[in-house]
């Protein structure tokens, strides 16, 4: 087994095992799975396999995502957080100095979720709708470094908006997860990222766009950043 650490992205890494490559981040607690993921053990440490088919930021990474805006530290919110696959190894790179607030407003999937916060200290739980970001903005603590949404809903782009404005430091970086069923179907996938890359171009610049295709169908993953 062979471990390189991603050549620009903190905390990433490759794991070269079973004549494979898995991306993969380290585990910050030990042997504690989120939903069955492999665990590679080298010199003491322990990697977790960040599979691109579960997640739409490791199959962004692993179709050349350019920006990665986490490291030790970072403060995130997280909208649409559901059993907090991607949270868990977002929270791993950021570490203990780092938050992760994650709003969800589900709550079957709100329970499992918190199941998942009880040993990772930096993910914080909040039951609320990502509609109503003046409902949770007290729940925060100052503005975040990055705001990541996957919430799959007609009005992605307005949600993201709403909650820059109130959340999200000026300059700060932005990741939209785009499912275009989510707002019309009768529209090639294509004609409708447009309007919404349209749409956000208005708050946000737009530094890339990802069709995650093979690992999500009809997805495109947006990295952003807030006009000042
Ligand atoms: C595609 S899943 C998210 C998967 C997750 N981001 C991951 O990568 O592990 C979308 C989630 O967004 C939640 N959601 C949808 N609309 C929401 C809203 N307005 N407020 C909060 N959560 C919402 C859904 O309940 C669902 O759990």
């Known amino acids: 087994m062979k471990i390189e650490k991603h050549a620009v992205f903190e905390g990433v890494y490759w794991v070269f095992a079973e004549g494979k490559k898995f991306l993969a981040t380290k585990s910050t607690i ?13 010199k003491g440490e322990q990697f ?6 579960t997640s739409k930021l490791a199959a962004a990474i692993v179709k050349g995502l350019k920006t990665f805006p986490f490291k030790k530290g970072t403060r995130v919110l997280y909208l649409g957080s559901a059993s907090g696959v991607t949270p868990s190894f977002i929270s791993d790179v950021i570490g203990t100095e780092g938050l992760i607030y994650c709003v969800e407003f589900a709550p079957r999937v709100m329970r499992e979720f918190l199941m998942k916060c009880e040993r990772r200290e930096n993910m ?28 799959a809903q007609p009005d992605q782009a307005e949600i993201l908006v709403k909650n820059a404005e109130k959340l999200l430091k000026p300059g700060g970086s932005a990741f939209l997860a785009i499912k275009s069923q989510s707002i019309d179907v009768t529209k090639p996938p294509r004609q409708v990222f447009a309007q919404v890359l349209a749409k956000l171009e208005e708050k946000f610049n737009v530094l890339q766009a990802i069709e995650l295709e093979p690992f999500d169908k009809d997805h495109l993953f947006a990295a952003l950043t807030l006009k000042k």
């Not at 504690?32 to 080298?42: A, D, N, R, V, W």
């Not at 914080?124 to 509609?131: F, S, W, Y």
């Not at 970001?133 to 100052?142: H, K, L, Q, R």
């Open 124 to 151: 914080l739980p909040i039951m609320g709708d990502a509609r109503r970001p003046d409902t949770y903005e007290e729940t925060i603590e100052g503005k975040s470094d990055v705001l990541y949404e996957d919430v």
């Open 48 to 53: 977790r396999a960040w599979d691109p088919y």
């Open 30 to 42: 030990k042997n504690f799975k989120i939903h069955g993921e492999q665990l590679f053990e080298s």
